[in-house]
């Protein structure tokens, strides 16, 4: 079970980032998901009520502008990331819990036979909530479900930053880890 209590103790830094300097997301990250876990965590994204959208997935080189400019189902987005076409799948949607309408991106990237999630939680929901770490509990929460969704082995908090964990279990001290059954 998440103990948002507990994390807050090291995360409550990041109110003061997004609201004084300048940050614009704070980041949920999945290292190493099966190829096995993508197709139903994806489709759950996609279905309604959430209805993910997937138009802003980055193309390979191989691409042509005529794909790029197509619409495409869910499925067939899908279909073109596992064939390579598209590199990088973007799903951008906004569900609401608790009364807040949160603005999330996950982006889905391949490394070897893995994927590598990362859930982009934008500071603009969270600076408009009333209580703006009730808003950072939402997106956590989310980011929980997440890790569930797609079967994650673990979960990783963190700020705005290129330097990410890795799947060794080593992380820099500003990413939180986080464990859940």
Known sequence: MFNFELFWQEFDYIIDEISNHGMCFFVGYLPSISNDNMDAGLRALTDAPLKADLRNSVWSDSSVEQERRRSYSAEEYLELFKSGKITMLNAEYRPTQCGLQLHLKLMIDKRDDKLDLENISYREPILSCDEPKRGVKTAATEFVRLKKLFDGEVL?????????????????????????N
């Open 156 to 180: 990783f908090v963190g700020p705005d930053t290129l330097n990410y964990p890795d799947d060794t279990g080593t992380h820099p001290k500003e990413w939180i880890k986080i464990v859940t």
